[in-house]
């Protein structure tokens, strides 16, 4: 029995002591297994911060360039810096850096002289009413448009002339400039005709009018000039280019230099066209006028000016000791020096470069519109700005030259025409 009861306890006892070291493995796999959990839910834990902060620095990136686009969208404007394009006027605008350059714009080689012999902006002309200074077998009227200031003439009569009333002594080298606004029904340009006339007829609607003329037809995709004479019968003497054709629904400023019987024509910073015989030999030329024959063409115009050309600044300066410039030009209110001015900054330029000893001082002058005091600031503003590009673009030593801004104070005509207030708008190159 003893026996009996000793193999029980025995067999007992062995069950416990396998029972106790299962459960001391299980525990030691459980907690194992347990910190195996805990390290790989600590790896996840990291891993899902890493892609939460990637994620977050993603999104981040993602609302700012929204935010930007947003930003855009609202108000019209873009992050990266765009650069203005920059004749004289009085109402002011802020100063802005001098960063604009004259050198690729070196085809504007011609160089206005100092006298004016024409100007007409319509600023005289009530708005609706027919220009005074002007007449027309159609219809037409000043208007203000959205694309620029100042008054324009709309000429929309089809078929119509547009001629100017008076006479102009024109030289054999003048330079004749306007801005044109072309309308979207702009499909066969429209003409400028200069000719002479001994008859002195305020309005001449024939094809060809005068004794002799020169036909300038601007269109769309071409430019073509017809040279005419009507006493001789004589073949047409023609031009014609493809090159810088005006822009629909813009400004476009237009330059053509007669000198004899040579025809030059820029437009957008380039010579279009160059005919070195375009008009007939002993042509004189006292009149122009606009049309546009079987033209479904209305533009406007505005800005025209006429002056002589290529005068002897050089001979000036040295002897007179001052030069009088209407070839450097400013937008309304603007003290940026205009691209066409390049040919007349170019000259001053090479006078000083061939002549190291002359100092100069350059003088901005205004007309009397607008205020007396803005009118000042402004013209010094523009002679700086003109000092700016003989240093900068025609490595002139700034130490050569002063500057002064005058405004209105020192008129050289009458401030009750459009011609005088245009012959007040200079600058002038005095020798010190």
Known sequence: MKNILLTVFACFLAMYLTAQIDIKGKIEDEAGS????????????????????????????????????????????????????????????????????LQSFSKYDFVPGDQILFFEDFSQ???????????????????????????WLHMNGKNAVYCYTGNINFPSNFIIEFDLIPDEEFQDGCQLTLYGDTENRELDDDLYPGVHGLHINIMPETWTTLGYDNITNGDWLEGQSESMPVIKEAVNHIIIWIQNRRVRIYHKGAKVLDMPTNIYANTKFNRFRFSGWNRNAYPYISNLKITSAAPDMRNKLLTEGKIISYGITFDTGKDVVKPESYGSVKEIAQILKENPDIKIKVAGHTDSDGDEAKNLDLSKRRAASVKACLVRDFGIDESRIKTEGLGQTVPIAPN?????????????FIKN
Not at 74 to 86: L, N
Not at 416 to 428: D, L, Q, W, Y
């Open 416 to 428: 009750s025409s459009p011609e005088g207030k245009a012959k007040n708008r200079r600058v002038e």
């Open 125 to 151: 002309d009530a708005i609706g009413d027919f220009p005074a200074r002007w007449t027309t077998n159609g219809s037409g009227e000043v208007k203000t448009v959205n694309l620029a200031q100042g008054n």
């Open 34 to 101: 347990r910190a195996e959990q805990r390290t790989e839910e600590g790896i996840s834990t990291g891993f899902d911060k890493v892609e939460d902060g990637i994620g977050s620095l993603f999104t981040k990136k993602k609302k700012k360039e929204k935010s930007e686009k947003q930003e855009e969208e609202e108000t019209g404007e873009s992050s990266e810096v765009e650069e203005e394009a920059e004749e004289p006027g009085e109402q002011i605008a802020p100063a802005r850096p001098q960063s604009q350059k």
